[in-house]
């Protein structure tokens, strides 16, 4: 059955340096998303993406993140300047249509650890 | 806003017998889906069980079914005969109709299955 895979699996970086978390979505599938899980806290809604544009944003989105589709594969988290409390699990979704009845398929997740 | 709430941090039921997991939840839309994700260990989110608002049956899945109070707005999950591999986080989800399909999820719920 195909996947959502995401890399890497797990990112340390610097406080202040710019990460891209990387997500291959399953190939059919039109809609994108990202969530993200602080440890011991719920999985969060960041934002999803459609026809190369955020659709929807969290208020966790912040001039700090971005999204891109740069290419017909590929779908990217980049956060500029990373914080202390950018630490998280970051998930990956997709999925082919729009609607709730269309389930989101997840990845693997990529845990980021900022020091 | 909605919101999605699961009291129980963890649980635990021997291998063969019966567990019910609690969710509660709150919206004031009245058509919105409610689903049961389950993450194991190997961290990939899975989508359990699916039950839309406006059916009043509530959903199975082979060993898996729900409990779909929508007065009172509960959404229990109940494993019959549990196995081992039954072992997760259990993760109680919300998305309304419209929209992207943004999914609010529960904190959840630590499954332990003890042979």
């Known amino acids: 059955e195909p996947e959502v895979t995401q890399t890497p699996s797990h990112q340390v970086t610097q406080m202040g340096q710019e990460v891209i978390l990387r997500c291959v979505p399953i190939s059919n599938h039109l809609y994108f998303y990202w969530y993200r899980q602080i440890l011991g806290q719920k999985v969060e809604f960041l934002v999803s993406f459609y026809n190369n544009e955020i659709s929807e944003k969290s208020e966790i989105f912040d001039d700090q993140f971005s999204v891109e589709r740069p290419d017909g594969s590929n779908f990217t988290l980049k956060i500029r300047s990373t914080k202390l409390e950018d630490s998280a699990m970051y998930f990956c979704a997709s999925s082919e249509r729009r609607g709730p009845n269309q389930p989101q398929h997840f990845g693997d997740g990529t845990r980021l650890s900022i020091l | 806003a909605q919101t999605v709430t699961q009291s129980q941090p963890e649980m635990s039921v021997q291998e063969a017998e019966t567990v019910t997991l609690s969710c509660t939840y709150d919206t004031s839309e009245s058509d919105y889906y409610l689903f049961w994700y389950k993450q194991p260990p190997s961290r990939q989110m899975i989508l359990v069980i699916r039950q839309e608002a406006y059916k009043q049956q509530n959903a199975t899945e082979n060993r898996f079914s729900v409990n779909f109070q929508k007065a009172a707005k509960s959404f229990s999950l109940k494993i019959s005969d549990s196995q081992l591999g039954d072992a997760a986080m259990y993760f109680c989800?919300?998305?309304?109709?419209?929209?992207?399909?943004?999914?609010?999820f529960g904190i959840g719920t630590k499954l332990q299955v003890i042979p």
């Open positions: 989800a919300y998305t309304d109709s419209g929209g992207y399909q943004k999914v609010t």
